[in-house]
C-alpha cells in the first residue's frame, strides 16, 4: 500500500517545493535571460555535447560493461530537473536559467535521448531502437514549471506573505532534500551494494566532473556566480528517473538502471558538498 501512496507523495512534495521557488522569481528574471545568450548557449553545449562525451570516454576507460556503459549513456543524457532547480534555489543559484535550461534540455531529450542511446546500443552492444519518450518529458515539465507559476503570482500579487513563505519553503525544501536521498539510499540499497565495485567509480567521477565543469566553464566565459551556480548544478545534476525509466521501460534492461540509481545516491551527497563549497568560493 506504501509503495503505491509514495510515488503521489513524492509528487506532491516536489511541486510545494517548485512552488516555493517561485516565491523567489519574477517574470523580469526570465527576461534577463534574453540579455545572457552566452550562459543558455554554453550549457546547452556542455549538456548536448560535452557530457556524452565524457561519459563515453569514462565507459571505455572504466572498462564497463556494455550494459552498465549504455546506462551511463542514458544518464548523460538525461536533462537537469527538479532536484537541480532545488539545489540551485539552495545555495544562490540563478534559479530562472535553472527553469529556462530545464525546460529547453528537456524539451530537446525528445530528440537527443533517442539518438545518443541509439548511438551508445549501437556500439556497446550492436543493436537498438529507442523511440521518442514524449510522454515522460510532458510528465517531468508539468512538474517543474506548473507549480512555479502560483509562486510567482502570490510574490507578484502579496508580496508581503510570498517574503514571509520564502523561509518556511527554504526550510521545506532542505528537508525534502533529505528525505530524497534517505530514500534513494534505501529503494537501491541491494542493488547498489552489488554493483557498487562496477559501477561505482564512473558515476562518482561522472558527477563530480559535471558539476565541476558547469561552474568552472561558465567562470572561465565571465559569466557571475550566480549563473555559474545554476549551470553547475543544471549540468552536474540529471534527472535520473528518466534515465531510469528509459533504461527499465522502454529497454527493459534492469542492469542499465544502475547507473543512474547510483547516481540518483551520489548526486545529493556531492549537491550538497559542492553547494557548501560555492558558498565560500568569492562572488
Do not use: C
Request: positive net charge.
Amino acid at each position: 500500500m506504501m509503495t503505491q501512496i509514495l510515488p503521489q507523495l513524492l509528487l506532491i512534495a516536489l511541486a510545494l517545493v517548485m512552488f516555493g521557488v517561485g516565491l523567489s522569481l519574477s517574470a523580469a528574471d526570465f527576461l534577463r535571460l534574453r540579455e545572457h545568450p552566452k550562459a543558455v548557449v554554453l550549457a546547452l553545449m556542455l549538456q548536448m555535447i560535452l557530457l556524452p562525451a565524457i561519459a563515453w570516454g569514462l565507459a571505455i576507460g572504466f572498462d564497463l560493461s556494455p550494459l552498465f556503459a549504455v546506462g551511463l549513456m542514458l544518464l548523460a543524457a538525461s536533462p537537469g530537473g527538479v532536484t537541480a532547480n532545488l539545489f540551485s534555489h539552495l545555495f544562490g543559484g540563478h534559479v530562472a536559467l535553472n527553469l529556462s535550461l530545464t525546460a529547453i534540455n528537456t524539451l530537446l531529450s525528445v530528440v537527443t535521448m533517442p539518438l545518443i542511446a541509439n548511438m551508445a546500443l549501437t556500439h556497446f552492444i550492436g543493436e537498438g531502437v529507442v523511440p521518442l519518450q514524449t510522454q515522460k518529458v510532458v510528465e517531468v515539465m508539468a512538474v517543474v514549471l506548473i507549480p512555479v507559476a502560483p509562486g510567482m503570482i502570490l510574490a507578484k500579487s502579496l508580496p508581503a506573505i510570498a517574503n514571509k513563505l520564502q523561509k518556511p519553503f527554504k526550510i521545506f525544501s532542505a528537508v525534502v532534500l533529505a528525505l530524497l536521498a534517505v530514500g534513494a539510499i534505501a529503494r537501491e540499497w541491494t542493488a547498489l551494494s552489488e554493483a557498487a565495485g562496477s559501477i561505482g567509480g564512473a558515476v562518482l567521477v561522472f558527477n563530480l566532473l559535471s558539476l565541476g565543469l558547469g561552474y568552472w566553464a561558465s567562470r572561465l566565459a565571465g559569466l557571475d556566480k550566480p549563473m555559474s551556480t545554476a549551470i553547475g548544478f543544471e549540468i552536474g545534476i540529471h534527472n535520473s528517473t528518466l534515465a531510469l525509466y528509459i533504461a527499465l521501460s522502454v529497454l527493459g534492461s534492469f542492469p542499465m538502471t544502475l547507473p543512474a540509481a547510483a547516481y540518483s545516491v551520489t548526486m545529493y551527497v556531492l549537491g550538497v558538498v559542492f553547494g557548501m563549497l560555492l558558498r565560500r568560493l568569492p562572488g
